[in-house]
């Protein structure tokens, strides 16, 4: 798989990288076969897939545990990133925002204990703390940094203005946001940002939280606990509606025969080599589908026409207060 450099001082990754998340947590299915998932992360390595993105609260903790676990003996394949700040480690160990540089520190030990390693490649702050500036977050990041505990540093959901405020501190690596054909948002403010500071951008959910793969038409098919039961875009009519964004994915699928989900996918990665999506699998065939998305070509007039695709209804979370922030 090509190979390129996230931002302008990151990390050397694949083109694709591969979320963890549903192997552990949220999911249909999620925690009910590791020794797959062991498979599947242990494919992408050979596929050229470096980039393995986890968070301490996948689980929560569960999802580090798997990783450290299936990359003993391969460690110096991958690029590791997980995540911190949604676990109060001050507190009782609930979930809570806490980007405090005593909490940073709390949060790193316990991810390099679970994965098994002396070092994380990418710690991004999952999400932004109110009360805590993120000049001191960013603080106590870059003398884990100076210490070897952490090579790379980068931010999830946040503002332009946060991005920017952390980025005079020290030079943020990465920013992970979601971005899809269902979710533009990024278009307007952040990726402009990110590109004028040299900052890679992760797109997390590339394929709309499954949805784009063309296979879920019915909540009927998702476990009681999934996650996406409580997401407004799967709910009642709005379900209906965004299945029509999807026909027209499965259209342009059939003229170019792939699949749904790697049209998707290779329409994001049209839209700049800076952007390195993450889709998330459990499954070695369908890792093997995604990375196969970099070989299919779109047209202009393919891509023009996804491009113009209909917004998704419905907000992305049930609460999208502690996004762009």
Request: no cysteine; net charge negative; proline share 5%.
């Amino acid at each position: 798989m090509k190979r390129i450099t996230l931002g302008t001082s990151g990390p050397q990754i694949g083109r694709i990288g591969l979320g963890l998340m549903g192997m552990s947590a949220f999911y249909t299915g999620s925690g009910s076969d590791d020794a797959e998932s062991t498979r599947t992360i242990h494919r992408a390595l050979d596929l050229g897939v470096t980039l393995l993105d986890t968070a301490e609260m996948y689980g929560p903790y569960l999802n580090e545990e798997l990783l450290g676990r299936a990359l003993a003996g391969r460690r110096d394949q991958a690029v590791i990133a997980t995540k911190f700040g949604t676990i109060l480690h001050r507190g009782d160990g609930s979930r809570g925002l806490d980007g405090s540089p005593e909490n940073v520190r709390l949060s790193i030990e316990g991810s390099l204990q679970r994965l098994g390693t002396d070092y994380i490649d990418i710690y991004y702050q999952h999400r932004m703390d109110p009360d805590t500036p993120v000049e001191d977050t960013v603080g106590a990041l870059s003398e884990l940094i100076e210490e070897g505990k952490l090579r790379h540093y980068g931010l999830s959901e946040a503002s332009p203005e946060t991005i920017r405020r952390a980025h005079a501190v020290h030079h943020v690596t990465a920013l992970q946001t979601e971005y899809s054909l269902w979710t533009r948002d990024p278009e307007a403010e952040i990726l402009p940002v990110v590109r004028e500071l040299g900052i890679g951008f992760v797109a997390y959910s590339p394929l709309g939280r499954g949805f784009l793969t063309g296979t879920i038409r019915s909540l009927d098919q998702l476990d009681d606990d999934d996650f996406r039961r409580e997401n407004p875009r799967f709910a009642g009519d709005n379900l209906e509606a965004n299945i029509g964004i999807v026909e027209q994915v499965d259209a342009i699928a059939a003229e170019t025969g792939a699949k749904p989900g790697q049209v998707a996918l290779a329409w994001l990665l049209a839209q700049g080599d800076d952007i390195v999506p993450i889709p998330g699998t459990k499954r070695v065939h369908r890792l093997e589908e995604n990375v196969a998305s970099v070989d299919v070509a779109l047209s202009p007039d393919q891509l023009t026409a996804l491009d113009n695709l209909s917004a998704a209804v419905g907000d992305r979370y049930a609460d999208m207060t502690p996004l762009n922030r």
